[in-house]
Nanobody, 115 residues
Framework: QVQLAESGGGLVQPGGSLRLSCTVS????????MMWYRQAPGKLREWVAS???????ISADSVKGRFTIDRDNAKNTLYLQMNSLTPEDTAVYYC?????????WGQGTQVTVSS
């Protein structure tokens, strides 16, 4: 059974940092394309960043230079380091694994940026 479990969300002040984790079981983060998405209240879910199985990373323009996606193959865990957070980053953050026709989502973790 494949499971993706996000953690690390919470309340942070503008300008602060958070590191999200996505603990994966049933598949290997090193053999799947792994991604982070987010969904703000009243908005569609949007893509944030991707990490390919070969290690290439790409991120959305809205987070470029502030967010970093990486993984720990030994822990089978995906991360999203988020710096210089703004209220516009408030959302539920989801991780996703994709390989071919297979795709798996986590349940999400809430990130709230507010003073």
């Amino acid at each position: 059974q494949v499971q993706l479990a996000e953690s690390g969300g919470g309340l942070v002040q503008p300008g602060g940092s958070l590191r999200l984790s996505c603990t994966v079981s049933g598949i290997s983060v090193s053999s799947y394309a792994m991604m982070w998405y987010r969904q703000a209240p009243g908005k569609l879910r949007e893509w944030v960043a991707s990490l390919t199985s070969s290690g290439l990373t790409i991120s959305a323009d809205s987070v470029k230079g502030r967010f970093t996606i990486d993984r720990d193959n030994a822990k089978n865990t995906l991360y999203l380091q988020m710096n210089s957070l703004t209220p516009e980053d408030t959302a539920v953050y989801y991780c996703k694994g994709v390989r071919g026709a297979n795709q798996y989502w986590g349940q999400g973790t809430q990130v709230t940026v507010s003073s």
